[in-house]
Structure formats: structure tokens, C-alpha cells
């Protein structure tokens, strides 16, 4: 049959592509930097290639190939702050997360006077190393702090790579000077390629919005690709913004939309020791966030995280369809993001979306194991625009070549309407594929 | 290097065992009942095949081919109870269950005069079906109780298969006068692989114990394959024995055992709509269980339902290695089974476990997110009998060829010790690996 000799044809390219996955691999867990070639960009990495983000006033980066584990390639990145920044931070809830993580948070809210520096290495998370964690961090923070010139309680730092091998602090203090003198205002898409692990590509996002006449600018960068998931995710994610806020305001706006965008991302479900987020105000463009300059100023800023969030899922490791997943009509709106998240998160959903089969009946099974209140006989599910259940049954009118064929597509809109009351939630997953498999199976990140 | 030829092999014969697979899949949702071929037999079936059952007096099985999706196998299996037989159940509990569960479940506790049924088939759960799911339960009940002669309120059905299509109950209720004629008290073997979807092999287990000196008889079969997660699984298990017990008793303890054997596999964390586990004691034997009586019954039935969960796991869609993870020193025995259940379920613990690698940070991340009180410093985790981790870092005495020859056995045993307090919980899952992703992204069950 016609359709057996496609599929053939199609294991025969996914063998050709774990071949050419293999040979671009290769990671071992030896101390020694070594090269690592770059895995292919995600198919569904956003077109154009990184954007064109503006310059903030009051930020200023470096980066540096420091070998903390790789050879040949930037990992450690240096954000130094004028004097007056106001830092806000969401990191992960992990119970084991890191001794970087650890410190950070504790550094969240403390005073603005001096400048402040955000140092972050890839190639090793610093995480589950006993004693050595903490010791390493405060290492590099007193280094840093040293030779860059800020107090130490306002040097924050992360790393992201692999777990359970003492970070080789040293190789990076030892870049230190090189990074202090390589700081430029334009240098945040190299440092966006510094933060990278598995990822395929550096992530960016911008906004700028005018407030009393005058323009406000905020630019982030982002890395993660696995362990993506609330809450928050394998995340590394640095915001920079010329607006003058108050740090408890850029707190709470922070924590909020935290919860309508990293928050409501998953690749995997997994959930990393070493997320965080960091969100840093810098008050040189003169511009105060107060009264009626906070609704734009959030939602410009809810925009540029939105837009981060979404390309953390488009690299989600394998994958190669984008999907959100619209819940409405559900009994509350923490039911609705309940609900959502158990399709986002289901194997047999995601392996149904890799496979192009609008299993609807996966969708339900997943509502119904959520614990969200549901009424089998009141949901209806719509993939795009086309309604393929109602009532607890199928419509009568959906055609399953339809569902089929709008699952051919690379973005995807699941509906899932509960019926049941007003609450409502959004959230953004990736289908699961062999290539996942096998970046997860074959080789050690 | 030979390392990389070795994976291009393995490849290779992954390649090759996709297309063998493709070969005998081709499920297609079509109403007409059409040839599958059985998949390949899981690596780590219990060896030996289906085990050798005690006949249960008071009950007797029968088998069909009704052509309820498939042709060219049986898919209809009838078990008639004697009057007096006592009925305890445990059911899913999503939100979204089927029809005859909802019916099952309103029928358990009722009185015990007559005689009883339990009719299960195949290729169709009759699930999501919406006002057509009670209509074909009420058509199947009442044709069975007229023509097997059991009361209405004591027949059982259970359907398994594919989601959203109406069940043709006229196929079943055109067989029922043949079931009834084959009924025989050694039909269990037959009745397993009557209620088979996506299993590779019937799945049974039986114990005899002495009580007062004669002998009570337990028999009891199960399927299950995929969407397996507590609470409780894609599963459907029928348990049988001449145990004379009263209800509430047989309930009681049928929960208790349920909690500490279903309830903790996991295949991919996703659970039916259709999941049944029904417990029927006949009386046949006349050995009432009361007194000392209980503890050896219970303990005669923890076993036979354990062996039920493990070959469940076994048969797991994909997998290649049958992990048990035993939690030690929690905080309470909840926090152990829920530190467990988040490595059992984790993607990418269970790539790692397909990879063979042994990646305890992976672990460490999975108890981090799980929600379970954890102490990053306090924790040890060993493979087998190799300690690999101890008070939040690897063993110094830890080799990594260690723990990477012992990742190749097919059963593995990882322990977690939290470092916490007494609780503690043992579950069990299987690795995810590629075959998993062919099986579900490539066609529906």
C-alpha cells in the first residue's frame, strides 16, 4: 500500500536524521572541555532568525569562552547594571534545586545603590554538588564583585548544563577581566548564544511602548528547550527594561505574568533545579511606572515574555509541531489550566500530534485524569476551526479527514470547551517524537 | 569509532523492527471488523507464558468471536458467578469514565441471591459516546440477564478498545446463547486473551492458601499495555476465589491491596477511561474468611494482584526494562509514593533508563518537582546494590562503569533514600523508548 511505502520513507529519513544526530553528538561526562557540534535548528524556530533588540539604557553585556565543559564555543555571559536597577526574580520550586538559585533568591529585594551584575555560564548547573554548590557560587560572586565593582549581595548568578559535577568556578573567575572589558550596550544577542545548552537556537524578544509621550524599552533572552515545565521550566530568562519602577511593583507584575506564560509552557513536564528568571529595571530612560503608564507597561511586557515563552516550546526538544491548547467554559480558571496542562503534558496526546491523528478521544482521557471538574456529556473539542466533538460525542458532522488534515499543519489550536462555567486558561506544548527519544536516550546533556 | 557503529546497529534493528511493526499494525477506524496481526512479544514477558491457573469452583468462563472490531480472534469473554458469589470493585477515577463503568459501579454491594455475570470485550471502550454509552450497556445487560438468567443488577460489563465510537452491541448480544453454551470451568486461559488490545501477552496469576487446614483458591487475570497511571490504569483485572467472604470485608481489602499494587505502575503517567478491577468470591470452598483467616487471604491476593500490576508493566507499550523504584526515609509514606510516582513517571528518567544511562541527576530533578518534602543535601540514591549518591552528591567511591553495567540489566531496582523520616513506598514503571512513539504516533489501538 501506498501509505505503508510513505511511512517507510519516512522511518528511512528519521534514521538518516538519528544518523546525522548521532554524529553531532557525543557528550561525555569527562571534566576536559570538547567541542560539540550544534544540534539542527528546531523546524520550528520562529522565521528570520534572532530579532533585532534594542539597546537598553543602563545594561551593558560581554561574553567569553570560558570551557567551562565545551570547547569552542561562548558560555558564560556577563549583564552589568547601573547603579539604581531594581532586580525581580520568579525561579524554580524545585525542592533540590541549585545553590545558584538559592542565592539569587535570597539577593531578590536587596538595595539598588550600587551597580548589579547577572553572570551566567552554561555547560554546568551547578546543581545537586553537595557543599561544593554553594561554595562555588560564592567563588564566583566574590570575583565578580571584585573586578566588575558591584556589592557582592547584588551579583546574581546561574548555570545550566549538567547536574552533580562541581562547577569549575576558577575557569570562569579566570575570564572575569576579559568580560569586564569586553562589555558593550549592543551585546545581548551574543549573550543570548552564551546561555545556550540543547537549545537550537538563541531566543530574543522586544517591546517598546510609549508612556506620557516617551518610549520605554524592554528586551530578554531566554534559553531552554527540555525539562520544560511549571513551574517554571529549564529556564533561563533575562528581561531588561529602561523603565524606573519600583522593585516590589516590578515584583508583583513579574510573579503575575509569570503565571500566564512560563508557567503555562511544557515540553516534557519535567522540571529543572535551576530555573530563574530574572527581570531587571534600570530607570535610565527617566520614565516612572505608575497610574495609568502600568497597564501599557505590562502588557508590552506580558508581550515580550509571551514571545519568550513560546519559542522555549518551539525548541522543545523533537519537536515539530507548535500547539495551543484554548480552554473555556470551565468551573473556575485554575480548573481550566488544570485541565490544560494534562493535555499539554499527556504522552498519548503528544504522541497522537506527532503521528498527525486528531485522536480526540485522547484529549478526553486527559481531562478526564486532570482532577478538574468535568462533565463528560458537556465537553466539545474543536482542532482550529473546526468542531470535531459535542455534547460527549463527536459532531455529527466532523469528518475525520478534516481533523487529519489540520493536523498536518506545524502550528496547531486545540479548543476544549468544558461547559461547565467561565473559567478560562491558554497554554503551549510541543508533540513528542522519536528525536526526543533519542536526544534524551543517547546521550547526556 | 566502535561505539557509534554499535548505535547505527541498534538503529538499524530499530528501523527494522518499525517496519515489522508497521506490517502488523493498520488499525483504521472503520466499523466492519477486520484482521490484526498480534504485535511482537514483549522482552520482558514473564517467562514460561501464561501460568498454569486453579479452576475456581463456582465460576465458569467462555469465549467468543464477535467481530466486534477485529476478525480472526476472540474478543467476547462471559464469566458466570454461582448464586451467593460475593462482588467487590475498584474503578478509574477520571472525570470523564465510561459508560459501563458508571453502571459497574452503581451495581457493586447488591445483594448476592442470584447468580452474576461479567461479560468484557474488546476493540471498543464504549467510552465518550455520549447518550449512546448507557443505551448499549442497558441493551448488552438485559439481553445477558435473560439469556445467561442472572438478575439485571448482577451482570458486570466492561468494554476496552477505542474512544468515541458507538459499541455494536448487537454483535455481543447475538453471541450470548453461544457463550452460554461453552461455558467450563477451565475457560480463564481463553477468557485472558479474549480481553487483549494492544497486550503482547495474557497476563495471570493465581496462590492457594491454607486456612483452617483446607485449601482457598485465587485466580485472576488482567490487560493492560498503555495509558497505565494510577488511579488507577488502562487496565481491566478479574480476580476469582472460593474464599467465603462477606462485601464490605472483600471491598475493605480489595481498596487497601489496590493502593499498594495497581495504583503504583505507571506506564506513561496517562489513565483510561474504562479502568475495572472486579473481585469475586464464589463461597465454593466453604472456608469463611474471618479471624486469623484474614491476614494469610490478604496476603494470598496482595501477591496474586502484585503479579497482575508487574505483568502489566511488563507488557508497558515499548518497553525494554522493568524498573522498581523503592523510596526509603520520606517524610510520610504519601511524600515516598509521591517522589516515586514523579521518577516513575518522569520523561527523562525514563529516556535515561532506555539509553542506559545512568543519569541520577535526572532522578534527583524528579524528586525535586514531585512536591514531596526533600532535602537536596540529606539524599542518597544507589542502583542496585551500588550506592551512587550520598548526601547531596555522588558517592566518592561511585565509578560511572558502575552504575552503566548495571543499567544494562533488563530489571533494575533503584532506591531513594530521603534522609527524612520513616515513610516509605515502592512503586514500579518501564522505560520509554522509541517503540513507544511507533506505537502510538503511527496508529490508534
Chains 1, 2 share one sequence.
Not at 573586578?147 to 559535577?165: C, D, L, M, Y
Not at 511606572?289 to 518551539?314: C, K, N, W, Y
Request: charged share 20%; hydrophobic share 40%.
Amino acid at each position: 500500500m501506498a501509505g505503508k511505502k510513505k511511512k517507510i520513507r519516512k522511518l528511512k529519513q528519521k534514521l538518516k536524521e538519528l544518523r546525522a544526530h548521532l554524529e553531532t553528538s557525543g557528550a561525555t561526562p569527562e571534566a576536559e572541555p570538547r567541542t560539540k557540534k550544534p544540534l539542527p535548528v528546531s523546524p520550528l524556530a520562529p522565521v528570520g532568525g534572532f530579532p533585532n533588540l534594542p539597546e537598553i539604557a543602563g545594561v551593558r553585556f560581554a561574553t567569553v569562552a570560558a570551557g567551562v565543559r565545551y570547547a569552542g564555543r561562548t558560555d558564560v555571559m556577563l549583564a552589568e547594571l547601573a547603579p539604581g536597577s531594581e532586580i525581580a526574580g520568579v525561579f524554580t520550586r524545585s525542592a533540590t534545586r541549585s545553590a545558584p538559585v538559592l542565592d539569587c533568591q535570597d539577593k531578590i529585594g536587596g538595595s539598588a545603590d550600587g551597580g548589579a551584575a547577572i553572570v551566567v555560564n552554561s555547560g554546568n548547573a551547578n546543581a545537586f554538588t553537595g557543599s561544593h554548590g554553594m561554595a562555588s557560587v560564592r567563588e564566583l560572586v566574590s570575583g565578580v564583585s571584585r573586578i566588575v565593582g558591584v556589592p557582592e549581595h547584588r551579583v546574581f548568578t546561574s548555570s545550566t548544563g549538567v547536574i552533580g559535577e562541581p562547577l569549575p568556578h576558577d575557569r570562569i573567575i579566570a575570564k572575569i577581566e576579559d568580560l569586564k572589558a569586553g562589555l558593550s550596550a549592543d551585546g545581548i544577542a551574543a549573550a543570548a548564544r552564551a546561555i545556550m545548552t540543547t537549545d537550537t537556537y538563541p531566543k530574543g524578544a522586544s517591546a517598546t511602548v510609549k508612556i506620557d509621550g516617551k518610549p520605554v524599552k524592554i528586551a530578554g533572552i531566554a534559553k531552554g528547550s527540555g525539562m520544560i515545565a511549571p513551574d517554571m521550566a529549564t529556564m533561563l530568562v533575562y528581561i531588561f527594561t529602561d523603565a524606573k519602577i519600583a522593585q516590589a511593583d516590578l515584583q508583583g507584575m513579574l510573579s503575575q505574568l509569570t503565571d500566564r506564560s512560563f508557567n503555562c509552557i511544557t515540553v516534557d513536564s519535567d522540571t529543572s533545579t535551576s530555573d530563574t528568571l530574572l527581570l531587571a529595571a534600570t530607570g535610565a530612560s527617566g520614565v516612572e511606572i505608575t497610574g495609568d503608564g502600568i497597564a501599557p507597561f505590562r502588557e508590552a511586557l506580558s508581550g515580550v515574555m509571551l514571545d519568550l515563552a513560546h519559542q522555549v516550546v518551539r525548541d522543545g526538544e523533537g519537536a515539530t509541531k507548535f500547539v495551543e491548547i484554548r480552554v473555556t467554559g470551565a468551573a473556575d480558571d485554575a480548573d481550566a489550566k488544570t485541565a490544560g496542562m494534562a493535555i499539554a503534558n499527556s504522552p498519548l496526546v503528544k504522541t497522537a500530534l506527532a503521528g498527525e491523528d486528531p485522536n480526540w478521544g485522547r484529549i478526553v482521557m486527559a481531562i478526564g485524569k486532570s482532577g478538574a471538574q468535568a462533565d463528560r456529556d458537556k465537553l466539545a473539542i474543536r482542532f482550529g476551526d473546526t468542531q470535531v466533538a459535542r455534547d460527549g460525542w463527536v459532531d455529527p458532522d466532523y469528518k475525520e479527514e478534516a481533523g487529519a488534515t489540520y493536523m498536518k499543519q506545524s502550528d496547531l489550536i486545540i479548543g476544549i470547551d468544558m461547559g461547565l462555567g467561565d473559567g478560562a486558561a491558554t497554554v503551549w506544548t510541543c508533540d513528542l517524537t522519536h528525536a526526543y527519544i533519542s536526544i534524551n536516550a543517547d546521550y547526556r546533556s
